[in-house]
């Protein structure tokens, strides 16, 4: 496959970034929008290297300041890294930035925001962009393996314009193309603190994580005690008739549920993963595995108010799924997004350990988080 083409050509090669504007970053987000430009990372104002698979190493003139994402992994670390918001993601609607309703004097706008993929990829869209934006924040290689009429020529052209792609796929490890390194949220966060020349905000992060780590550690019972639970997303969103399954596994879409030591109920079983195999369940294969709680994706949109009101509402009243057992304890819950970074980590894994466990106080600092986006740490 082209990506394979693509990861090899790139190892060796170093692309020269030289961005307009040099040496200031844009600054953190607020409640209005406006950036600090405060800088407060520890780079040098020369030219630097950050290297990661499929991209290799890249040189920099200066640091980026206008940028593109994927959706909510990277688009998050970049908040968190207090820049200003992307000028465009993969789809808007999966970027979550609700979540940061969570964080005092943290907000994100994404009115202005373009969506890539609404109906199809368009190179033709990227190369417009590329005049655009000094960096893609993505995974080539997604773009190579998740659309067949896209090839690594296509990658060529975009980078051409001058701007070029550091992303690596980290929210699941299920598909095939992907046979180079996989990074944790945190090795990813802190590959795009050397981009972005703020190693000193990502270490304030990492502390408030270890510390949030230590705090879950406190919540999780013995593992004779933890639920099983069932990952999946509804077909169709509201009134689901069958499911798309995933099994937990290292990426970062599933951070919150490893964290919290949660039985997969797919993992002792035949079921596939949906990200390798396409694959769906229904009620009656949910019978037999009967998980303790459901965990339903694709309606993050919505409060938890109205997915009782929709999903849960609906399976409630329907002749099979109504006798599940989680359906019948009022364990059925939305399910955290596809992608997360360290803000929305934090939120939802708090949400998670209140569904799972019960947990019903605040689990982190969130004046310590608003104070690290807004530089004042």
């Not at 364990?331 to 019903?360: C, F």
Request: net charge negative; proline share 4%.
């Amino acid at each position: 496959m082209g990506n394979d083409t693509y990861r090899t050509r790139r190892q060796l090669l170093r692309t020269t970034v030289a961005v307009a504007g040099a040496g200031m970053v844009a600054g953190c987000i607020s409640d209005d929008g406006n950036g600090d430009g405060d800088g407060d990372g520890d780079g040098s104002g020369g030219s630097y290297e950050v290297t990661m698979e499929p991209a290799g190493t890249l040189e920099f003139d200066s640091v980026p300041e206008t940028w593109a994402a994927n959706n909510g992994s990277w688009a998050d670390m970049g908040i968190a890294l207090g820049q200003q918001p992307p000028e465009a993601v993969y789809l808007t609607g999966r970027y979550h930035t609700q979540l940061y309703d969570e964080i005092p004097g943290v907000s994100v706008d994404k009115s202005d925001m373009d969506s890539l993929w609404e109906a199809e990829l368009d190179t033709e869209d990227f190369i417009a962009l590329g005049e655009d934006v000094d960096i893609f924040v993505m995974d080539p290689n997604f773009l190579l393996g998740r659309s067949d009429a896209w090839e690594e020529s296509d990658i060529e052209k975009i980078e051409a314009t001058g701007t070029p792609f550091f992303g690596n796929s980290i929210f699941s490890r299920g598909y095939d193309w992907h046979n180079y390194e996989y990074l944790t949220l945190y090795e990813a966060f802190g590959k795009l603190a050397e981009v972005f020349q703020e190693t000193d905000r990502y270490d304030a992060f990492e502390t408030v994580h270890e510390e949030f780590q230590a705090e879950l550690e406190e919540i999780v019972p013995a593992e004779d005690e933890r639920p099983s639970v069932a990952i999946m997303w509804p077909q169709p969103l509201e009134e689901p008739t069958s499911f798309s399954p995933y099994l937990i596994d290292e990426g970062t879409s599933f951070k919150q549920w490893r964290d919290l030591g949660v039985e997969d109920a797919f993992a002792t079983t035949n079921v596939e993963d949906f990200h390798s195999s396409r694959t769906e369940v229904d009620y009656e294969l949910l019978h037999e595995i009967d998980p303790d709680i459901l965990l339903i994706r694709g309606n993050e949109a919505k409060t938890a108010e109205e997915f009782d009101d929709t999903v849960v509402s609906f399976m409630e009243n329907h002749s099979v799924a109504s006798s599940l057992t989680a359906v019948e304890n009022g364990d059925v819950y939305r399910g955290g997004p596809l992608y997360q970074g360290p803000i929305t980590n934090l939120v939802l894994t708090e949400r998670a350990a209140n569904q799972v466990y019960d947990i019903d106080r605040e689990l982190f600092d969130r004046e310590q988080v608003s104070d690290i986006v807004n530089g004042d740490f």
